[in-house]
Structures are given as structure tokens and as C-alpha cells.
């Protein structure tokens, strides 16, 4: 049976990425930003803590310790001390309570952050897009519980849970433009929720099923390859550091978590990844963070 080392149990551990500093992930709802030392038995290290959700962060490039972060209702960039910069709280005014969830660099460089309602809503949430200059465009609408999106290495392919749906959709994605192709439908789960992703150097999408205890890969054409079991009921957030695969779990809803829940687990795998892509900030220019729709 696959355990967990270190002795850190998170609410909802998520966010989870294999940077060129090392592994960092989230505490969604505590706000907590942590770094896995090398050492596998060894604690968490709390980089910083916002007041409110941090769904998930991407490096800066060319900005050592700054984070690109999805947090409360909006895109902000984190410094190095803590102090936050927003660049668009899109989602402050919305009619119901919300908050972002998962988020990613592209290998563009653009930052993918999805949003959600507290209670999960039926299609309250978003997806959008940061652009190089702090631009914020909201690109997809209709979704509950955005999860991901992953991307393939060439940052033509970008896959998208809707995690409360049970569906993974796959979307082309323009190398110049970052315009989203017409949805195709990759994967449905129909036992437990599809959440966190990762695309691993073979093109197959690893993917964290919420209430099922397990993690799947499936290869590029939907096929299960595989299934891996793990001794908590609801896995989060994957990433593949080399060929070990980094999976977070979570304690939030359980009336009776298990010693494992809240784990963050390592497991070796056969098939490495690559680190995630930094968001690139064009610093040419004067920064112009707003908020856009993306033209239909």
C-alpha cells in the first residue's frame, strides 16, 4: 500500500506543480502557498498565506520568488514578501459568492485560471486567460467546477475538467492567438469527479479522481491505461517530477477522515513529466492589467 511520509494532513490540498524551485502546492480554503523540502518525511514549508482561497500558482519568469496566483475572486501576482498585486478580481461582483479554483501556465507563458461558486452552482463558473500583459480575458463560461486545464508540451492541446459534470474536454488551442477551439469530449467519470491534471512526455493525461481514492492515466485517443489506488478517499492535484508523481489529497466534507486523507503522496511512475511552464510577463511594456471577454 502506497503511504504517506510526511506528517502534514490539508483540508484541501490542490495546486500541486513541479517548478524549478521544487514542488509547491496549495491549501485552497486556508490560503496557504507550501514547498515539499527534498527530504520525503520532512514537514511542509508555508511560503506565504493570503487572507483568502489560493486555488493554485505559477512561477513568474524572470522573477525569482514571484508567483502568478488565482486567489479570492481574482488574478494577483505574489511577491516574494507576501504583498500581493492585483491584476483583475473578475469574479467581486459576481451574483453569487465565488472564488477561483485550479490554474496553470500554458507553455506560451499565458496563465489559465478557472473559477467556481461556494456552493458549486450549476454553471456559475468561468474560465480565463492572462495574457502577457497582465490582460485578464474570460474565455469560457457555463462551467461548475473547472479543474486543470493541463497542457500538452507543444501548448497546442489544453484538456479541462468539469469536475462536478464527471467530464474531461479536450480543446485545440491557436499558438499565436491562444483562442480556444469548439470542445471535444475526452473522458467521462462516472464514478467520483475528475480533478487535478498533469500531461506527461508521452502525451497521456494523469488525473486525480475525487471520491474514488484513485488516480488514472489515460493515453491521448481516452483509453484507460491505468489505474493507481491510494489509501485516501479524495486525491486533488498531480504533478510528475521526473517519474515520481506528487498527488495531494483532502480532509474538507469527510465526517471521519482516515490517518491518509490530507496526504500528500509519492508515488514512482514509469513515464516522467516535465517542470511547469513559468508565466512570462512582458516587462517591454507598461503593464495594463484589465479585464476582457474574448470576442465571439
Known amino acids: ?107 506560451s507563458g499565458r496563465f489559465w485560471a478557472g473559477s467556481m461558486a461556494y456552493g458549486a452552482d450549476e454553471g456559475a463558473g468561468a474560465l480565463y486567460r492572462v495574457d502577457h500583459d497582465g490582460t485578464v480575458v474570460r474565455v469560457l463560461d457555463g462551467i461548475t467546477v473547472p479543474n486543470g486545464p493541463a497542457f500538452t508540451a507543444d501548448g497546442r492541446t489544453m484538456y479541462l475538467a468539469d469536475s462536478a459534470r464527471g467530464i474531461i474536454r479536450r480543446y485545440s488551442v491557436d499558438p499565436v492567438t491562444a483562442r480556444l477551439g469548439a470542445p471535444e469530449a475526452f473522458v467521462t467519470v462516472d464514478e467520483g469527479s475528475p480533478d487535478g491534471m498533469v500531461v506527461d512526455v508521452e502525451g497521456a493525461v494523469w488525473v486525480a479522481v475525487w471520491g474514488t481514492g484513485e488516480v488514472r492515466r489515460y493515453l491521448p485517443d481516452g483509453r484507460l491505461d491505468r489505474t493507481l489506488k491510494l489509501p485516501a478517499s479524495q486525491p486533488a492535484g498531480v504533478c510528475l517530477e521526473h517519474d515520481i508523481l506528487h498527488v495531494t489529497t483532502a480532509r474538507v466534507g469527510l465526517s471521519a477522515p482516515g490517518v491518509h486523507d490530507g496526504a500528500l503522496f509519492a508515488v514512482p511512475v514509469d513515464v516522467p513529466g516535465t517542470p511547469a511552464p513559468a508565466y512570462r510577463l512582458d516587462t517591454a511594456g507598461r503593464m495594463r492589467p484589465t479585464v476582457a471577454a474574448e470576442p465571439a
Open 1 to 107: 500500500m502506497t503511504e504517506a511520509l510526511r506528517p502534514d494532513r490539508l483540508e484541501l490540498g490542490e495546486g500541486i506543480r513541479w517548478t524549478e524551485s521544487g514542488i509547491v502546492l496549495v491549501d485552497i480554503l486556508a490560503g496557504r502557498l507550501l514547498t515539499a523540502p527534498d527530504d520525503p518525511g520532512a514537514p511542509l514549508k508555508e511560503l506565504a498565506q493570503l487572507p483568502e482561497p489560493l486555488g493554485a500558482v505559477a512561477p513568474v519568469a524572470d522573477r525569482p520568488g514571484t508567483w502568478i496566483a488565482a486567489a479570492g475572486t481574482g488574478i494577483c501576482l505574489l511577491a516574494p514578501d507576501g504583498s500581493t498585486t492585483w491584476l483583475a478580481r473578475p469574479e467581486a461582483a459576481a451574483a453569487l459568492p465565488m472564488r477561483m479554483n485550479d490554474a496553470t501556465a500554458d507553455p
